[in-house]
């Protein structure tokens, strides 16, 4: 079984810096590309950040970059979704994504496995 879980989630204060985790378990995570997707209720899940299987290279969505930074630590088996400056629109459901593509993607539908998610609220 190849699983992820994602971690770090909760209620945080406009401005705040926490930082998310996705652990993996039944694979190595250094053979896989790993996107982290968010999904607001009501809207489309949407994807926010993604980073190489070697980790030199990433990409985010417009609405977090300069405040999000996504990395990796192989030997840990994890990747990291460091959040600054958070806002209530940054409210929602995080997921970390694993795939076998070379190449990174925001695109859901690239992805092979997938993490239960972690609530992340943005509240005063």
């Known amino acids: 079984q190849l699983q992820l879980v994602e971690s770090g989630g909760g209620l945080v204060q406009p401005g705040g810096s926490p930082r998310l985790s996705c652990a993996a378990s039944g694979f190595t995570l250094d053979d896989y590309a790993i996107g982290w997707f968010r999904q607001a209720p009501g809207k489309e899940r949407e994807g926010v950040s993604c980073?190489?299987?070697?980790?030199?290279?990433?990409n985010s969505a417009d609405s977090v970059k300069g405040r999000f930074t996504i990395s990796r630590d192989n030997a840990k088996n994890t990747v990291y979704l460091q959040m600054n400056s958070l806002k209530p629109e940054d409210t929602a459901v995080y997921y970390c994504?694993?795939?076998?593509?070379?190449?990174?993607?925001?695109?859901?539908?690239?992805?092979?496995?997938w993490g239960q998610g972690t609530q992340v609220t943005v509240s005063s």
């Open positions: 994504a694993a795939t076998t593509w070379t190449t990174m993607s925001l695109v859901r539908d690239t992805y092979d496995y």
């Open positions: 980073i190489s299987s070697s980790g030199s290279s990433t």
